[in-house]
């Protein structure tokens, strides 16, 4: 074996042994690489009590409540499974019914979230305005809503 | 073996004096047309309006940076296995350059997020892998640069590159492997992009131009290193 030859092999069987310990770390820490849980996730794996935690969904449509002080209430869905959540505060333009969310705060009672802030999720998806409406119109505004964040 | 052709430095030299100013001019013409498309005639989107610009400049640094440093781990295991003069130089040139399309992609995608999500900066698998590639970038070039003998610093830091290797995929598939606020891939993906085609062809534009630009300035790097080498050994070989 000429010495340019070894040096190959030993480079190769070094990348795959660091290809294969980067794949086991990554998935024994999957749920702590996730950036939210989503509703589903929680009701599966109550996190404990005063533990901030990231809830992500889509604003279900028709939830959003304005209350007075800058208070807004909304729901957060995964289709499945719905939570509550209350947050005091100034939204994200992109905060829409029916688009992606992510609220950071803490889960207070069954289904019911306290958020601290919230950001707004946006998809992969990019049109000028005219297609969108014309896509809406032709789609229905329920499928046009579904997004790809909930896989 | 047929790689050793393009190795050396004569032959490189004589190649460089087409290829230089050939990605140069594509890189101005391409850069400028993409510049007037996306960020003047191309239409705002349906939900960020004037906000999707940005994204004429971070999409493409962000390729671009992966792909430099893909370019910089391939010359690197070159260097390593093969001793190429020129592979180590390569890595060298490339490095500076791919830490600015990082930084730049940063920088704008910070922008972005602000007014989107309403924050400059979360810490989700993407953005992190993202500012781990940027470290790596940073990494090369102060461990490179810290052995008084070349050789060795190269050596040291083309070991550097290719241990790095392994952010790329976790940059590229982060957002289809966990929930990420980073949106997932619009381009290269099963069923087609989903971006609009007016849109889609500035961002091409954008994305020529960028690899054009990074072609133009490694060459002229390389070749401001080879002359300064050249340089040197002849001040060195003229007694004083």
């Known amino acids: 074996m000429t010495r340019k030859r070894r040096r190959l092999y030993t480079l190769l069987l070094a990348l795959t042994g660091l290809g294969v310990a980067t794949a086991l770390v990554l998935t024994a820490f999957q749920d702590e690489l996730v950036f939210f849980y989503s509703p589903t996730d929680i009701a599966a794996n109550k996190p404990a009590p005063g533990r901030a935690i990231r809830l992500g969904g889509m604003v279900e449509q028709g939830s959003v409540q304005k209350l007075p002080d800058g208070v807004t209430k909304f729901r957060v869905t995964d289709t499945a499974r719905t939570i509550d959540v209350t947050y005091k505060g100034a939204l994200p333009d992109l905060f829409r019914e029916g688009q992606g969310v992510v609220a950071e705060g803490m889960l207070a009672g069954e289904s019911q979230f306290n958020a601290r802030t919230i950001l707004a999720k946006h998809d992969e998806r990019y049109m000028p305005p005219e297609i969108a409406k014309s896509m809406k119109k032709a789609d229905g505004e329920q499928q046009h809503s579904t997004g790809t964040l909930l896989k | ?240």
Not at chain 2, 51 to 75: D, G
Not at chain 2, 126 to 155: C, I, K, N, P, Q
């Open chain 2, 1 to 240: 073996m047929n790689l050793h052709r393009f190795a050396n430095p004569a032959r490189f030299l004589r190649i460089a004096r087409v290829v230089t100013p050939l990605a140069g001019w594509i890189a101005v013409a391409t850069l400028l047309a993409g510049a007037v498309f996306g960020l003047v005639l191309s239409p705002p989107d349906y939900q960020q309006s004037e906000t999707v610009r940005i994204m004429y400049v971070h999409v493409p640094s962000a390729w671009l940076a992966l792909q430099s440093y893909i370019a910089m781990a391939l010359a690197a295991a070159v260097a390593l296995v093969w001793k190429h003069p020129l592979a180590d130089l390569f890595v060298k040139a490339a490095a500076p350059v791919g830490a600015g399309f990082t930084l730049l992609c940063l920088i704008t995608g910070s922008f972005w997020g602000r007014p989107t999500w309403g924050a400059w900066w979360v810490w989700d698998a993407r953005l992190t892998s993202m500012l781990v590639l940027l470290f790596l970038y940073v990494g090369y070039m102060a461990l490179a640069g810290a052995f008084d003998d070349e050789e060795r610093g190269h050596r040291a830091g083309a070991v550097l590159v290719l241990t790095g290797i392994v952010d790329v995929p976790i940059v590229k598939f982060s957002v289809e492997w966990w929930n990420t606020l980073h949106q997932p891939t619009s381009v290269f993906r099963l069923g087609g992009p989903t971006i609009a085609s007016e849109m889609l062809w500035p961002l091409g534009l954008m994305v020529v131009g960028f690899t054009a630009f990074f072609v133009w300035i490694v060459c002229v790097r390389l070749e401001t290193e080879l002359l300064h080498r050249k340089i040197r050994a002849r001040l060195e070989n003229t007694p004083a």
